[in-house]
């Protein structure tokens, strides 16, 4: 079942003003701008109640995460050279404790060399398929490799912002829902894509939800998290070894009677010159898939 998430000021309000309410007590603190992991810290969300109140703050999506948490983060890799560093980069940049790991999906283009260099780095784990199998086989052999309580997908493209965690990882920590969706169509601070490309993403969302028989408005969305236990309850029965993954995970988790919820994000469309690789090819696996693990059940 899908349940509405509860209003966040910061899906309404351009993000620059979450970030200054965020600072308001840190402007004579250097090292707050340093240590990004202190906007995670006890004492800063304490500071934050006193200042703002625990209503504000939680519509904020400003609080503690539990002892010894850790996000597994899976970002499947094909021929993204010119951009994975850049990524992992961003993800460090939000401050949450996490696990990076790194599946080059066969890639030919250098990309295997640039992700050697994070070999011996703290938190990152890589690995590489001899041949490209396509981006369901690179989460599948990512879920085997998370140690975190919770796991996110990313993209290596740029197109989506990790500094999103935040506000998908706060209804699963709240008890909320049992997974949480990023959509690119919740009218948060974006670019707006192509007419062509919102009308495919809705139509196959729509599809979906009637065959999978859930409400979701962007089925396609890379963001998509969950505890790492629904993930690993799948994961023998996952079959899509490409972009129809996005599909069958939805179904598996909806069968398994997991609850549903979406929160905003922000997107940033990549066009084919820049390497964008998904094609309408993938968009009729996408109705496959739909008619395979929605209506059919199989």
């Known amino acids: 079942m899908t349940v509405p998430a509860r209003p966040a000021l910061n899906h309404f309000i351009p993000h620059y003003i979450a970030s200054i309410l965020a600072d308001e007590t840190t402007l004579n603190d250097d090292s707050a701008t340093d240590d990004p992991q202190r906007l995670w810290s006890k004492k800063y969300v304490r500071e934050m109640e006193s200042l703002l109140g625990k209503p504000a703050c939680r519509q904020l999506a400003i609080y503690t995460l539990p002892d010894d948490f850790l996000l597994s983060v899976i970002v499947p890799i094909y021929n993204e050279n010119g951009t994975v560093s850049a990524v992992v980069e961003r993800l460090h940049q939000t401050g949450l404790p996490m696990e990076i790991i790194l599946v080059d999906d066969g890639s030919t283009d250098g990309t295997a060399e640039a992700l050697d260099e994070f070999q011996s780095v703290e938190g990152i784990q890589v690995c590489h398929h001899p041949s490209n199998r396509g981006k369901g086989a690179a989460i599948r052999t990512g879920i085997d490799m998370a140690t975190g309580q919770v796991i996110v997908i990313q993209d290596a ?50 599809f979906a939800s009637i065959g999978i028989g859930i409400r979701l408005s962007d089925v396609e969305t890379c963001y998509k998290m969950s505890k790492r236990e629904h993930f690993t309850a799948i994961a023998d029965q996952l079959c899509e070894s490409r972009f129809g993954i996005e ?45 395979k693990y929605g209506f059919l059940r199989r």
């Open 157 to 206: 493209d740029q197109e989506y912002d990790p500094n999103d965690f935040r506000a998908l990882l706060q209804p699963l920590l709240d008890g909320d829902a049992d997974v949480v969706y990023g959509t690119r169509y919740g009218h948060c601070d974006r670019q707006l894509s192509p007419w062509w490309h919102q009308m495919v993403n809705h139509g196959i969302s729509l």
């Open 247 to 291: 599909i069958e995970l939805t179904a598996r988790w909806v069968r398994n009677g997991l609850t549903f919820t979406e929160r905003p994000i922000r997107y940033h469309h990549r066009w084919y010159d820049e390497g964008k690789k998904i094609g309408w090819k993938d968009g009729i696996s996408a109705l496959r898939c739909i008619v």
